[in-house]
Nanobody, 129 residues
Framework: QLQLVESGGGLVQDGGSLRLSCAAS????????FGWFRQAPGKEREGVSC????????NYADSVKGRFTISRDNAKNTVYLQLNSLKAEDTAVYYC??????????????????????WGKGTLVTVSS
C-alpha cells in the first residue's frame, strides 16, 4: 500500500529554519514526481514546490523562492523540504504528495496546481512572530 508520511514540523521563531521529511513506502520512488503543499488556517491549499523524478528539475511558489529548498533521496525513499528564513505567513499544515510521471521525462516537474494522486496527512509548521 502506497503511503506518504510527513515529519519535521513544529514551532519555530520568525527567521528560523526547519527541515520537513516525507517518507514514502509501498512503491518505487524513482518514477514519481513529488510536491509539497500547504494549507494555512482559513485558506485554500497552495502548491509550494515540486521536484522531478530524477531530482534534476524543481519548481517553487514565488512566496517561498530563495527560502525553501526541495530535495529527494531515492535510496532512502525520502523527500525533503528545507525551510529557511521562516515568516509568520508560512504557518500552515504542510503536505507531501506524489504523482507518477507516466510518459513524461525524468526531468518533468508540473505546475504547482497539477493534480497529485497520493497524499500524506500533513505536518504542522507554526512560526511565531
Amino acid at each position: 500500500q502506497l503511503q506518504l508520511v510527513e515529519s519535521g514540523g513544529g514551532l519555530v521563531q520568525d527567521g528560523g529554519s526547519l527541515r520537513l521529511s516525507c517518507a514514502a513506502s509501498g512503491f518505487t520512488m524513482n518514477y514519481y514526481v513529488f510536491g509539497w503543499f500547504r494549507q494555512a488556517p482559513g485558506k485554500e491549499r497552495e502548491g509550494v514546490s515540486c521536484i522531478s523524478s530524477s531530482g534534476g528539475s524543481t519548481n517553487y511558489a514565488d512566496s517561498v523562492k530563495g527560502r525553501f529548498t526541495i530535495s529527494r533521496d531515492n535510496a532512502k525513499n525520502t523527500v525533503y523540504l528545507q525551510l529557511n528564513s521562516l515568516k509568520a505567513e508560512d504557518t500552515a499544515v504542510y503536505y507531501c504528495a506524489a504523482v507518477n510521471r507516466d510518459f513524461h521525462g525524468s526531468n518533468w516537474c508540473p505546475s504547482l496546481d497539477y493534480g497529485m494522486d497520493y497524499w500524506g496527512k500533513g505536518t504542522l509548521v507554526t512560526v511565531s512572530s
